[in-house]
């Protein structure tokens, strides 16, 4: 028998149970604070990631923890919110319960905000051999590796072997895939050839495949276009209609029949939500994305929501559902939020309507796209306001202030600092076994 999850009281007031702290779960936490509601903000991390800026700790350009907040401390004078930090196991919504690795736990209203995950649409030896980009933790391997690759390459007298490790191979043209593509051409040309003297940067290439005709798919064509030349500009080698369909660690594969070399692959070329048992058999649809109506309640199940990348809504212009991006999970976190307060006062809930404020991406210094409502911008204009906009919805005013003094120090010096390779001792067992025995015997001379 699993036991109740400890120390959240039973205290009368109804309890909101939220799975997930990213950007839509924070969102509704945060806006439940100090109601009347009793809040429990589960997730598997103790902290908050920005996703929009792995990619520049993937490059070295920021620390981890400018992109990730605490979430306890998000909520440290917020005595009606709980954090819990535990991975969802399974629902039970015949009896309004949740069923965790730390226990379980009854519900009120229960808001899944679990987002999405890598997919490799089946295909193992991707999924074994390349590396994603969907935590913060899956970034700075990235970095690791790039950093321990330079290394290795340095130790290859044969030009053609040193070029495998370092090359880097990018699959996926959206947003992920162009701003990692962009940063790695910089490094490439200001930064590398500084660290590597002895290395011929000649070698190196940055390739970016994107299986559909087009980079950033869901953009504008102005600003597709516009990607595809500043990153052509940078050196990076744009490939579209190049799908790629295996990968061994160092030969990558196109459905062409081409074939590449490199140890690093980086894939971003499709996202799935991971099944939640209990609700997404019935629920679930297109990318295990769980259907949900205009008031975000999940299709036949009473008090049970969903927001943000997991959920899927047919609503104004949006028939197949909205784009999986930061604003619509902020949005109907927002929504969901005021209708629950609305429940409070036994009023009506209010459906939900997106109000898209465009999309932006950036390549490198001085070069972004940006499709707003009635206006497109790129170059220069686009790229200050991508800073603004992504420096002002990070968590944390000193979270905003070391990314702002990191990303002046770089502009200038167009050297990031952060080309630090840090790995586990390696340490045998046979190692740590003796070294008890001797801790032991030491214990027993004295
Ligand atoms: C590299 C990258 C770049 C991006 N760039 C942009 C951008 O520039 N602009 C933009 O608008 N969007 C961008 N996005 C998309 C954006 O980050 C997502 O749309 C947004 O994060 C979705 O928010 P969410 O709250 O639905 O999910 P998430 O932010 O993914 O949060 C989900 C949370 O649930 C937790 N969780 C998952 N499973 C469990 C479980 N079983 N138990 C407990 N907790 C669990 C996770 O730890 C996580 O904290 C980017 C995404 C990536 C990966």
């Avoid at 036991?3 to 939220?18: A, C, D, L, M, Y």
């Avoid at 290395?199 to 516009?226: H, I, P, Q, T």
């Amino acid at each position: 028998m699993m036991e109740n999850i400890k120390h959240i009281p039973e205290n009368g007031k109804k309890r909101v149970v939220i799975i997930g702290g990213g950007f839509a779960g924070l969102k509704l936490a945060r806006q439940l604070a100090n109601t009347a509601y009793q809040v429990v903000l589960i997730d598997k991390n103790n902290f908050h990631q920005f996703q929009p800026l792995f990619y520049q700790v993937a490059t070295s350009g920021l620390e981890p923890s400018s992109i990730a907040f605490p979430l306890r401390k998000i909520f440290q004078k917020k005595r009606n919110v709980h954090f819990r930090m535990a991975d969802l196991l399974e629902v039970n919504p015949n009896i309004h319960e949740i069923y965790t690795n730390l226990g379980k736990l009854k519900y009120d209203c229960l808001v899944l905000a679990t987002g999405v995950d890598t997919n490799y649409f089946g295909n193992k030896n991707i999924e074994q051999f390349a590396i994603p980009m969907k935590s913060v933790s899956e970034a700075i391997f990235l970095r690791n590796s790039i950093l321990r690759n330079y290394e290795k390459a340095l130790n290859e007298s044969d030009p053609e072997k040193a070029a495998n490790y370092m090359n880097i191979v990018l699959v996926g043209g959206g947003p992920t895939g162009v701003e990692l593509a962009g940063a790695l051409a910089e490094m490439k040309s200001d930064i590398l050839p500084k660290d590597y003297p002895e290395l011929d940067f000649s070698l190196m290439n940055v390739y970016l495949f994107e299986a559909s005709d087009r980079l950033l798919n869901g953009m504008s064509d102005a600003a597709s276009k516009k990607a595809e030349t500043y990153l052509k500009k940078l050196g990076v080698i744009v490939k579209t209609e190049a799908r790629v369909s295996d990968y061994d660690g160092l030969s990558i594969k196109l459905d062409s029949g081409e074939e590449f070399n490199s140890y690093t692959l980086v894939w971003a070329a499709g996202v799935i939500a991971n099944p939640i048992k209990g609700i997404s058999k019935i629920a679930a649809t297109r990318g295990g994305r769980i259907r949900v109506d205009l008031f975000n309640k999940v299709a036949g199940f009473n008090h049970v929501y969903a927001i943000g990348d997991l959920a899927i809504q047919k609503e104004g212009d949006f028939q197949n559902g909205h784009p999986q991006v930061a604003q619509v999970g902020l949005q109907q976190a927002g929504n969901l939020a005021k209708n629950l307060k609305l429940l409070l006062q036994g009023e009506k809930m209010k459906p939900f309507r997106y109000k898209d404020r465009g999309s932006m991406a950036t390549i490198g210094k001085n070069l972004a796209v940006a499709d707003l409502p009635g206006v497109k911008m790129q170059g220069f204009f686009a790229w200050v306001l991508w800073l603004f906009v992504h420096l002002m919805s990070i968590v944390g005013i000193k979270n905003r202030f070391f990314i702002l003094i990191n990303w002046v120090w770089n502009y200038f010096t167009s050297d990031q600092s952060l080309r630090i390779l840090i790995r586990p001792k390696k340490r045998s067992f046979t190692d740590r076994a003796s070294e008890e025995h001797q801790r032991i015997k030491k214990i027993n001379l004295n």
